[in-house]
């Protein structure tokens, strides 16, 4: 289904709202339905955060002036949810059933990193998009590449690198798709994006790399390097291209997203149980009167009626969106994924999620990256949540695992392939 968002974001087809409603639809019918055949209560304990979190953000639409917004935002997040479940326990039996996807996402975003370059290369106009932000009225032409947003080239990019670090695949793959996630990552000049992909690389290394001293040596060798590679071949910075990189004026208030977060933490106490309604956060800014818009005030600009209009911060997102009763599931959520990836994964197979959990996580402080199941990348964050939870009732599931190495990712490069052994599930122990 994320594929389907992946091709919704990417190419111009018609109004995104249909297709993803279309998308969405049929993926709560089928997950509503195999839940109702094949469900337990014992399955449902096991997402039962998830199910709580669902329930809150549904009772927003009551303290929310566009309540309709609200509901159909809340049944698309629940039709994803519910799906990926249904999904995830229906394939217990072949946990590597997720490989085989993680795999077709990485094709795909593979080739629209490719053609994101392409596209830059042959008519850059529409390759970029300039920065509009309320606070930084001077901003400089981003690379967006076949999204509508440079956000959203950053967190394909992001997790397409992270692919290829911490999933076994073919060098070539390997090779094609670091040269790409990486420069369509520069060229976005998203910082939140760049200190994510490497927080959560080194982070996943730690656990899932067992030859971290090796690349950590080879990290030092790089660092050493760099500078004397720039002196032999005379390469040279200029003030502008640094200052183009990083953007260093806008590093006190982060583009201005401080300024922002600080309002809307004076204006949640104006609602803080269950928020302004799920997506809707901030119409926390605007001046309502009697459930209406006030329009003749200046404090209701255009930008804030916007429906997309982002915080750039997930967690204070979802603490004006749905409270502080939805805030503290999100978070419960987001820290509960990370715990369950930590605690259960003995065998070190989920080294991409793990990767992929941290990514969003980190980034997701700068820019709401796990928000609405209306983008791609943001529907692909459940599906990773809904494996995490799986995870203890996989783990005494039949598995084909390797007897001698754990290796995973760049590992596997300077490893040689080893006999896979079927190990019999601890039930079939007793019975015999």
């Not at 490989?99 to 990485?106: G, P, R, S, V």
């Not at 629209?112 to 008519?123: E, N, Q, T």
Request: proline content about 3%; charged content about 15%.
């Amino acid at each position: 289904m994320f594929l389907a968002l992946l091709v919704k974001d990417t190419v111009p087809l018609g109004d995104n709202l249909i297709l993803r409603g279309i998308f969405e639809g049929l993926a709560l019918f089928t997950g509503a339905a195999w839940l109702l055949m094949h469900g337990t209560a014992e399955m449902f304990k096991r997402y039962l955060l998830l199910i709580a979190y669902l329930v809150v953000l549904l009772l927003t639409l009551f303290v929310s002036y566009e309540p309709l917004w609200v509901g159909l935002q809340v049944i698309s997040l629940a039709g994803v949810v519910l799906f990926f479940i249904a999904f995830v326990e229906s394939t217990r039996g072949a946990p590597h059933t997720h490989d085989k996807i993680f795999q077709w996402t990485a094709y795909a975003l593979l080739i629209v990193c490719i053609g994101s370059l392409a596209l830059y290369r042959f008519y850059p106009t529409l390759a970029i998009d300039l920065e509009e932000a309320e606070f930084s009225p001077n901003g400089l032409p981003r690379f967006k590449g076949l999204f509508g947003k440079p956000g959203m080239m950053a967190t394909a990019s992001g997790i397409l690198l992270g692919f290829c670090f911490f999933a076994k695949q073919s060098i070539l793959l390997r090779v094609l798709g670091i040269l790409s996630a990486l420069s369509c990552l520069y060229l976005t000049l998203s910082r939140s994006f760049w200190a994510a992909a490497i927080g959560a690389a080194a982070v996943a290394a730690v656990f899932y790399w067992r030859k971290k001293r090796v690349y950590l040596f080879a990290g030092i060798v790089l660092l050493v390097l760099a500078p004397l590679l720039t002196m032999v071949l005379d390469i040279k910075f200029s003030s502008d291209t640094s200052e183009r990189i990083m953007r260093q004026e806008s590093l006190a208030n982060f583009s201005g997203r401080t300024t922002v977060w600080s309002l809307a933490l004076e204006k949640f106490w104006n609602s803080p149980l269950l928020g302004y309604g799920y997506t809707l956060g901030h119409h926390a800014f605007l001046d309502l009167h009697g459930g209406k818009v006030a329009e003749d005030t200046p404090v209701n600009i255009s930008l804030f009626k916007n429906k997309n209009f982002s915080l750039h911060n997930g967690f204070i997102q979802a603490l004006l969106d749905s409270g502080a009763l939805g805030a503290i599931l999100y978070v419960s959520i987001m820290a509960m994924v990370l715990w369950k990836l930590f605690a259960h994964d003995k065998e070190r197979r989920y080294g991409f999620t793990m990767y992929s959990i941290l990514y969003f996580t980190i980034s997701n402080v700068g820019e709401s990256s796990v928000f609405a199941a209306s983008t791609f990348h943001s529907v692909f964050y459940w599906y990773l949540a809904t494996i995490a939870f799986s995870l203890p009732h996989h783990a005494s599931e039949p598995q084909a695992v390797e007897t001698v190495s754990r290796e995973t990712g760049f590992d596997s490069l300077v490893s040689r392939s080893k006999p896979l052994v079927w190990l019999p599930s601890p039930m079939a122990d007793r019975k015999s």
